[in-house]
């Protein structure tokens, strides 16, 4: 969506004391060095960060702006004046070259640098031919990366293209000059987030990339404009990392998808825990069939387990609970919660996996001997009063996007359930 620039009111003089340059979607500018940006709207939250945290360098960009004079008119006589022609917006000539700067990429989805001359006039300072997914403030610079591999830095009526292999670049908060991040040694792969580190001078970048035999993350460092490795040695092979954030102790936190160090002997324990951090698959957009339901008895009530949730059979027969959602997930644990009833319920039963139409093997911990068990076709659940609820582990965690609950027989006149849940593990993990 291209910005339209509000038309002002005639008189007005244009100041340019005051450069803020942005890195942004296009539909919102996010200022670098302003007194306030409560009223503007931000790109994202990195860019935002690096707004909030400009006012504080102190520096006073300019921005080389040649104004026009415009001649004095006395318009009273004419009554109302109309334009005519094809065109998007309207705006006072202010400056040499304006109609040139103020041009958008063709590609809306690509990102730009916009300097703010007032409130109501804006620069094209540069566009790139992609997008900006992380940006930080570092003293007068603000760094930024993403999947751009061009910037277009556009002068007056001149423009000069510079190529980023990298996608990692950073601006100039003073003169608004956008300067390529040259390097012998650098990152092969995507760069998804960066941290500003203002004691060390230094930026941290995170994301799905190697350098120097590790993976994830790496160091750049700004006194000598060489990129480093961290002290920890990175990530294990194929690790991602999303997000980098500063904890209240100094220590720096890392979140992603990665599952080992490259060098776990910097730490000082030699004890490595891992843990599977569990999140439960939500019914809400699930569409739920059953078949063999009693009368008066609800089959989605037993999304939301509780003392008084039931979902029962019609006496002596078999019946099907099933769940179809709209999105793929792999489950690692079901659990069941048989009827609250002392002398009715559900005794054996399976699991089908859609699409593929198959039942699943899974394993259980007999609550009466404490052995676990495997079953697959005939399943068993204990009655109500024994256990709570009983939990099922899959044996092969595979993608499925529906499944259906078979209940082939029960104890007392008929077969139900109080309740059933669904696990899948986190996707992502954290370390400090």
């Not at 415009?70 to 998007?88: M, Q």
């Not at 990339?209 to 460092?221: L, P, Q, S």
């Not at 990665?258 to 825990?273: G, H, Y």
Request: glycine letters at 8%; hydrophobic letters at 35%.
């Amino acid at each position: 969506m291209r910005k339209r620039i509000p038309c002002p009111k005639m008189g007005i003089s244009i100041s340019a004391k005051s450069l803020l340059a942005s890195i942004l979607s296009l539909a919102s500018i996010v200022p670098i060095a302003a007194q306030s940006s409560s009223s503007l709207s931000t790109a994202s939250s990195s860019s935002a960060a690096a707004s909030s945290s400009s006012s504080a360098t102190g520096a006073q960009p300019t921005l080389e702006a040649q104004t026009v004079s415009l001649p004095s008119l006395n318009l009273g006589d004419l009554g109302n004046i109309g334009l005519v022609g094809s065109f998007d917006g309207v705006s006072q000539y202010s400056y040499v070259g304006q109609q040139e700067s103020a041009q958008l990429p063709q590609n809306p989805y690509f990102d730009s640098i916009i300097a703010q001359l007032d409130s109501e006039q804006f620069l094209i300072q540069a566009h790139s031919n992609g997008i900006v997914n992380s940006a930080c403030l570092l003293r007068d610079s603000i760094y930024f990366s993403g999947n751009f591999t061009n910037i277009t830095q556009i002068q007056g009526q001149k423009s000069t293209s510079q190529a980023y292999p990298l996608g990692f670049a950073y601006i100039n908060t003073t003169t608004g000059e956008v300067t390529h991040v040259t390097s012998t040694n650098a990152p092969e792969g995507a760069i998804n987030t960066l941290y500003c580190d203002q004691n060390s001078n230094t930026v941290v970048a995170g994301g799905s990339f190697t350098f120097n035999k590790t993976t994830g993350v790496a160091i750049f460092d700004v006194t000598d404009s060489q990129w480093k490795s961290p002290l920890f040695g990175g990530f294990g092979n194929e690790s991602s990392i999303d997000s980098i954030s500063l904890l209240s102790n100094n220590n720096m936190l890392f979140g992603g998808s990665f599952t080992s160090l490259n060098a776990s002997d910097v730490f000082s324990t030699k004890i490595n825990t891992t843990t599977s951090q569990e999140q439960q698959v939500s019914f809400k957009l699930a569409q739920i069939d059953a078949e063999g339901t009693a009368p008066n008895s609800d089959a989605t009530s037993i999304l939301c387990p509780s003392d008084s949730s039931s979902w029962a059979l019609t006496d002596g027969r078999q019946g099907t609970w099933q769940a179809s959602l709209p999105y793929s997930f792999s489950p690692t644990r079901l659990r069941l919660y048989n009827l609250n009833d002392p002398t009715n319920g559900v005794k054996t039963w399976r699991f089908l996996a859609f699409p593929i139409n198959g039942i699943m093997n899974l394993t259980y911990v007999d609550p009466t001997s404490g052995e676990k068990l495997i079953c697959d076709a005939w399943c068993p659940l204990p009655q109500h009063g024994t256990v709570d609820y009983l939990d099922f582990e899959f044996i092969n965690v595979i993608e499925m996007d529906g499944f259906q609950l078979f209940l082939l027989d029960n104890y007392g006149s008929y077969a139900g359930l109080s309740g059933v849940e669904l696990f899948q593990d986190g996707k992502y993990d954290l370390m400090v």
